[in-house]
């Protein structure tokens, strides 16, 4: 009877196991797919974005209202500040330096930190660790699909995107992607890349 137990929970493990590989491998798939997406042109800035559900725009608003209520920004005032940042971020790319911070680029922009802030809070609903982290993980995913690359370490590759340590980007990588950077690597030979 023992046996007959051991079995039947070593067959469920190895179901266990099979089904998380399968879940892997799709979000290794949707993750390539992204990555070879983000190498084509990007849109303009100050194209529409698809309209949000009435209802989130109403929790947004209310969210939003109650924290920058004293702010002095117009709503052209933010679209522009907006736009300057993102020129910024994907034409110098100040995020490969692991010391940049929102100081940083409050002085690059020429810009109140705050005013900066509220900009990425309200409009891209992130805060500036994330926002950082969305485009050093963009260029970690870019490097990694490039074979140019193959033979720079995955630790060397965090470095170089801006990241402080392995374990840090490691954590980021797969709340952005949903995957350990070990396992898109090794996604990536199996698809040929």
Same mark, same amino acid.
């Given at each position: 009877? /023992? ?11 190895? @179901?266990?196991?099979? &089904? ?15 990555? +070879? ?31 920058? =209520?004293?702010?002095?920004? +117009? ?24 010391? !940049? ?9 020429? #810009? =109140? ?12 609903? @992130?805060? %500036? &660790?994330? %926002? ?11 490097? *990694? +699909?490039?074979? #140019? ?12 995107? /801006? !990241? ?7 954590? #980021? %990588? ?7 950077? =070990? %396992?898109?690597?090794? =996604? *990536? /030979?199996?698809?040929? !890349?």
């Amino acid at each position: 009877m /023992g046996i007959i137990m051991t079995v039947f929970f070593l067959f469920l493990v190895f @179901l266990q196991m099979r &089904r998380k590989n399968i879940a892997y491998k799709i979000l290794a798939k949707k993750n390539l797919e992204i990555a +070879s997406a983000e190498r084509l042109p990007l849109k303009k800035h100050n194209e529409q974005a698809p309209p949000l559900p009435e209802k989130a725009i109403k929790t947004q608003l209310t969210s939003q209202t109650s924290r920058y =209520s004293d702010s002095q920004l +117009s709503l052209e005032q933010k679209k522009a500040l907006l736009k300057l940042v993102l020129d910024i971020m994907e034409q110098d790319k100040p995020y490969l330096d692991k010391t !940049f911070t929102l100081e940083v680029l409050s002085k690059k922009v020429d #810009a =109140s930190r705050s005013y900066i802030s509220q900009v990425i809070n309200e409009q891209l609903n @992130l805060n %500036f &660790r994330n %926002f950082i982290n969305q485009y050093r993980i963009k260029e970690a995913r870019q490097m *990694l +699909s490039d074979p #140019a690359n193959k033979n720079l370490t995955i630790e060397s590759i965090a470095y170089s995107v /801006g !990241f402080g340590s392995k374990s840090v980007f490691n954590i #980021a %990588f797969k709340n952005y992607t949903g995957i350990t950077p =070990s %396992f898109y690597l090794k =996604s *990536l /030979g199996e698809n040929n !890349f």
